[in-house]
Every structure is written in C-alpha cells, then in structure tokens.
C-alpha cells in the first residue's frame, strides 16, 4: 500500500496597511468630503431656490385669480395673509391656495428652525401683529385703496409681493415704502424674489432692490400715493 504524503502548505504572508498608510487614505477621503460637501450644499439651496420662486409664483396666481371673483380688485394688504392672527387658513387668499406650505421658503424655513437670530426690524406700522411667523412673503402696502388691476399704471414695475426679510415674530404680512419692512431676504446666494402686478418673477440682489424700492412706481400703482387716512406716504420716492 502506497503511503499518501500530505504535503504542508506554508501559510502566505498577509500584508497590512502601515499606520502611514491609513493615515494618507483618511486624509484623502477628508479632502474629498471638503470638495463635496459644498458642492451638494450649493445643489440643495438651488432645489429650495427653485421651489421658494415656485412658491411666490403660486401665491401672485391666486392673487390674480381671487381678482376674477372681486370684479378685478387684489385682496387687501390687511387680510391677505389673515383675518385670525397665527391662522394663515382665515386669510383671503388661502381658498385660492388651500396649502400653507405655499406661503413659505424652504430656506427661510431652514434658517428659523436652526433657531439662529433672524437680522430683522421688529413689526411696526399699520396692522402690526407679533405672532411666531410661518410664512415668507408679504404683500405691498402701497396697494391699499387702489386694488383694481385696471387702474394699475405699469404692472411691470410695481411690487406685488416680495421674500422679505422679516423678524420671526411678524406677523403683519406686509411691506411698504415708509413704516414698514422694506428691506428683500439675500437668502439665495445674495439674492431674493420679487413678484411684480404683471405676475413676472424677478430675483435681485441688495443693489438691485435698492435701486427699484427709490422709484415711487415700485410701490404704488396709480398716481395716488397716499396711505390709509390720506396719509402720505410717497415723498421720500423719487
């Protein structure tokens, strides 16, 4: 009988990674995460760039279309946004909306629910209402006793409603050239929306907005510059 000889095999030797090795592996995935990240941030905010335009488009359409049913008059700065303090379902405009996501900036969203300090004056002037605020846009005040579309001068160059930059606690859901919030949110890249009567979306930067808000035009829509009362409210606009 043949005698089988099992051959002992040498194990191989296994290599591992040196210390300096994985040192320079981590150190070029650090640099990588560096290189991406931003980029991905900068795609997100263009996804909420574009839903926030979206969104302020969607609230001048309801505008125009609550006109159909008031014989060509705009909802009043007053009630647009509510007739309840805090209930944005109770304002004039939500029947046309019927969604209160609408009303918001993704990115403003972001900002407030990060609980970072909001650089905005606190509520003044007509109707003003301190409630924790869940909405982006307001309504020109210059717009207030001439609402009729067919009396508008020049849709194309009077605001409608802007992403401004209001405090967390407005709630009085408007803008205006004199006691109220003027100033547009550079949430974007510097840059903020503007909806104009002529539904035309415009996206401006600080020098941008300043430039418009000095026209007289830019806030009101006819010749009649004065505010609730006879006010006025047009002489510091060229």
Request: hydrophobic share 40%.
């Amino acid at each position: 009988m043949k005698r089988r000889t099992l051959a002992l095999e040498t194990p191989r030797a296994v290599r591992a990674f040196t210390l300096i090795e994985l040192l320079v592996v981590v150190a070029i995935i650090a640099i990588l995460a560096g290189l991406l990240l931003p980029v991905l941030s900068r795609a997100k905010e263009s996804g909420r760039t574009a839903v926030c335009m979206s969104n302020l488009r969607q609230v001048g359409l309801a505008s125009m279309t609550y006109s159909m049913d008031f014989s060509g008059h705009l909802p009043s700065f007053r009630d647009w946004l509510f007739v309840k303090p805090g209930e944005l379902s109770t304002g004039r405009l939500y029947p046309y909306l019927q969604s209160k996501p609408v009303y918001l900036c993704p990115t403003d969203k972001l900002l407030m629910s990060s609980k970072r300090r909001v650089a905005a004056p606190a509520p003044s002037g007509f109707g003003s209402v301190s409630r924790p605020r869940d909405y982006s846009f307001a309504m020109n005040c210059g717009i207030c006793h001439a609402t009729d579309l067919s009396t508008f001068l020049e849709p194309s160059k009077t605001l409608l409603y802007m992403e401004a930059n209001l405090a967390t606690n407005d709630y009085s859901g408007m803008v205006g050239p004199t006691f109220q919030v003027r100033a547009l949110a550079l949430r974007h890249g510097g840059r903020g929306h503007i909806i104009l009567t002529d539904l035309h979306v415009a996206k401006m930067d600080k020098k941008q907005f300043d430039t418009a808000a000095k026209a007289k035009r830019f806030w009101f829509p006819t010749q009649d510059m004065s505010g609730p009362g006879g006010m006025a409210m047009g002489v510091n606009l060229q």
